[in-house]
């Protein structure tokens, strides 16, 4: 049986290099973006290249377009087999020094945090609670957060570590630190069902979020994802992952 993925911000960057990825196994993909009209060229583009793609409209901030979504899946294809909260945003915009200051903890603006936090955790626990009962109906339920190595808290508090020369964060990290909390406390609950939720780190991938300044592409930050949306029954529940291995929490 042909399984049916969601991937959340699907339209560019990672959540696209995954749909492409899915769809070249046979999957069929969902590509979920808050703008339609780039959606629907991403599932054009897919379909064009011999695969089974299709465009959804999900708002991940807005429960009515969730809802809506949902609806409409369960209508055309009754269950949904894996789920990839891909959708993120940093709340700083373009990447720069300025940007990056923004953040501080002493001088962030409140209000930049709550928008960050509304799409990377509450619009998380949005899109996955209305989803959840078309993935009960999978005989392989697989849920995939998109984190990131910054929301390591045993890498971002060594004085010695990989972050010790960036500025610290308010919004963005912080908020990728309660989507991995997320990610474990869902797998507590889920693990009866069967549903394998983990946490993936695609890498320093070049993207929008970044100026395209990553070093790795967003091909190859797909790949933990995809490994994680694909693993066997007897895979990993409530973990932390990158393409070299287990993360640190």
């Known amino acids: ?9 699907a339209n560019k ?18 590509v979920a973006a808050r703008d339609g009209e780039r959606g629907t ?44 909260n891909n959708a993120g945003i940093s709340g700083s915009g373009a990447v720069s020094p300025d940007a ?4 501080l903890p002493s001088r962030v603006d409140l209000n930049m945090v709550r928008r960050v936090f509304e799409t990377n955790v509450f619009g998380v ?12 109906r999978s005989r392989s339920p697989r849920i995939v957060n998109l984190s990131t190595a910054a929301a390591s808290l045993t890498l971002t508090a060594n004085p010695d570590g990989p972050f010790a020369g960036l500025p610290a964060s ?14 474990v406390q869902y797998a507590m609950e889920l693990r009866k069902d069967g549903v394998l939720v983990n946490a993936a780190d695609p890498g320093y991938v070049a ?29 990993p529940t409530a973990g932390f992952f990158s393409a070299q291995g287990a993360m640190p929490w």
């Open 13 to 30: 960057g990672i959540g696209r290099a995954a749909a492409e990825q899915l769809a070249s196994i046979g999957m069929t993909v969902l």
């Open 170 to 183: 308010a919004a963005y990290s912080p908020s990728k630190s309660a989507l991995n909390a997320l990610t």
């Open 100 to 103: 990056a200051l923004d953040q």
């Open 207 to 235: 993207t929008d979020i970044n100026n395209h300044q990553g070093y790795a592409t967003p091909a190859q930050g797909a790949q933990i994802v995809v490994q994680l949306a694909t693993i066997g029954d007897d895979g």
């Open 125 to 136: 626990i949005t899109v996955t609670n209305a989803m959840l009962p078309l993935l009960r």
């Open 1 to 9: 049986m042909q399984q049916i993925a969601l991937i959340t911000g």
């Open 41 to 84: 060229a991403t599932a054009a583009a897919i379909r064009q290249a011999g695969f089974d793609a299709h465009p959804v409209v999900i708002d991940v901030t807005e429960h009515a377009s969730v809802r809506e979504a949902a609806d409409q899946i369960e209508r055309r294809f009754g269950r949904l087999d894996i789920l990839i």
